[in-house]
């Protein structure tokens, strides 16, 4: 099985910056890994997504310009570098790791592709 571990979430204010990280850990080895995102009220929405074997990224667009996700091979961690941030980029952030189809250009942001799910960090943003 598979553990996922976020931390670095926490209370920001607008404009500032955080790194989440989520270090994976068991049997399963990753062929990508991603962030989602989830506000109060709202439904859990892709945020970004990184191949684990070719190393390309996908991000929606509400983020794309402000947040970067990369990856330390050898810690099994993947890491969300969030700048410029908005009140709304407020919500539980979850990491996730799919392991179903090994592919380089494997991306997918529909949260059913994924098969294992950290507890979540919470990023607050503060206007």
């Given at each position: ?23 994976a850990s068991g049997t399963v080895s990753p062929y ?21 074997i070719g190393g390309g990224t996908s991000y ?68």
């Open positions: 099985q598979v553990q996922l571990v976020e931390s670095g979430g926490r209370l920001v204010q607008a404009g500032g910056s955080l790194r989440l990280s989520c270090a990508v890994m991603a962030w989602f995102r989830q506000a109060p009220g709202e439904e859990r929405e892709f945020v970004a997504a990184l191949n684990w929606a667009d509400s983020v794309k310009g402000r947040f970067t996700v990369t990856r330390d091979i050898a810690l099994n961690t993947v890491y969300l570098q969030m700048n410029s941030l908005k009140p709304e980029d407020t919500a539980v952030y979850y990491c996730a790791l799919g392991h179903r189809y090994y592919s380089r250009t494997y991306l997918p942001k529909d949260q059913d592709e994924y098969d294992y799910w950290g507890q979540g960090t919470q990023v607050t943003v503060s206007s």
